[in-house]
């Protein structure tokens, strides 16, 4: 589209690293929050990370004890947000997914991540394997706010930041793709923020 | 939690602004006619996108502040001082000017009189923008499902939309009105002062209700203090719908 906004210059050359964000998004230096309702308070003592296979059989759990003893990685990376803020050299701690698949035998294709207030996201499969996705604990060297997920997160940063669920609290792998919250509300099923799938039909 | 599915490609349009009007000193509506416009919930909001010169582009997601009305609605926009696309819109941009936009975005923080109530809207500042699209669409079916509304604004002349939630609340008697000003309140300030505290929201939203619908907008802040003393209030954390804005806030 040739359309110019009469008199709109934009300021991305006071950007730093504007080469870095993808297409459509600007810079942040706070941390903005984006949650359908209010904050989960789940006590650590009842919280627990499940996964659960296609049959419906779960497959492995955690106590938080046990996932906290489980090898964790501190991923740096660039995070996306649809509502169009980017975030550079974010810094996490959390387990791997593969780390959280390891010992589970499976065929399926995607997964639906389930949170505490029942949130869901979908995802394929392949996008929370060999080292592109955690569920993350610590952010910036202390543990996650529960404002921004705490205890626990999923990061999957190559995807807009919907599809890491706040307050996750389990993995569910499924032979068909299923949409989770806001992928049933008109956002995108996929979610690139390179090619800026924000809504469907992108 | 039920889910409606935003039907078809959400594709950019092109509106004009057909008129302005300054709310409050940092708000300004502006009233738009998008041709094709497929209609929306109160509520949702709606993507803008700027086009530079050199093809550089910027965009930012506004609430709509109007119920459904063919291819008109109001956006209400904040002048952030140091914001790249508010003080465009807010500022250089004039009657007869056009704007690409797109939506609408969001189907889970929206009310209409169809779905009743009670209902509970609670903003702090410019996050009372979707807040008026329910209050606005309710008026004007003249439902009489109760409604409250609470807000609060740093001055008297930061309270957005003050003389239509005046009217509203002499018009409508199950439309009731409660503000508060957190910085500056005139002698004669009938309304609450200080933020909004679980003591004004014990007051406002009374004994827990599972049948009531309440909305939060606004900073994050202020949804999180918000939506945390309702929920210790006793308030049932589905009934319960946020928005939040600002890019602000300590990671």
Known sequence: ?202 | MASTAVPGRLTWRLAEVVATADETPAVRTLRLQVPGWPGHRPGQHLDVRLTAPDGYRAQRSYSIATPADRERLDIAVERLDDGEVSPYLNGELRVGDQIELRGPIGGYFVWDPSHGGPVLLIGGGSGVVPLMAMARARARVASTVPMRWLSSSRTLADVVYRAELEQLAAAHDSFELFQTLTRDAPEDWAGHRGRIDERLLAEVAGPADAARQTFVCGPTSFVEGVATNLVGLGHPPTTIKTERFGATGAP
């Open chain 1, 1 to 202: 589209m040739s359309f110019i906004s009469r008199g709109f210059r934009g300021r991305r050359s006071r950007q730093p690293g504007a080469g870095l964000i993808p297409p459509g998004q600007h810079l942040v230096d706070g941390f903005p929050v984006l949650s359908a309702g209010p904050t989960p308070e789940t006590a650590l003592e009842d919280w627990d990370f499940t996964v659960v296979d296609e049959t419906g059989a779960t497959a492995a759990r955690w106590t938080w004890e046990e996932f906290r003893a489980l090898p964790s990685e501190t991923p740096t990376v660039d995070i996306h947000c649809v509502t169009s803020w980017s975030k550079l050299d974010t810094s996490w701690e959390g387990v791997s997914v593969d780390t959280l698949l390891e010992d589970v035998e499976t065929s399926a294709e995607y997964v639906l991540a389930f949170s505490d207030g029942d949130y869901t996201t979908n995802l394929p499969l392949e996008d929370v394997i060999d080292g592109r996705a955690w569920v993350a604990w610590g952010y910036d060297g202390d543990d996650l706010e529960p404002e921004h997920g705490g205890p626990a997160r999923l990061l999957v940063p190559h995807l807009y930041f919907w599809k890491s669920a706040k307050w996750v609290r389990g993995l569910r792998l499924l032979d068909e793709d299923e949409p989770g919250f806001w992928e049933g509300l008109g956002y995108h099923n996929y979610g690139d923020p390179w090619r800026q799938q924000r809504y469907q039909g992108d």
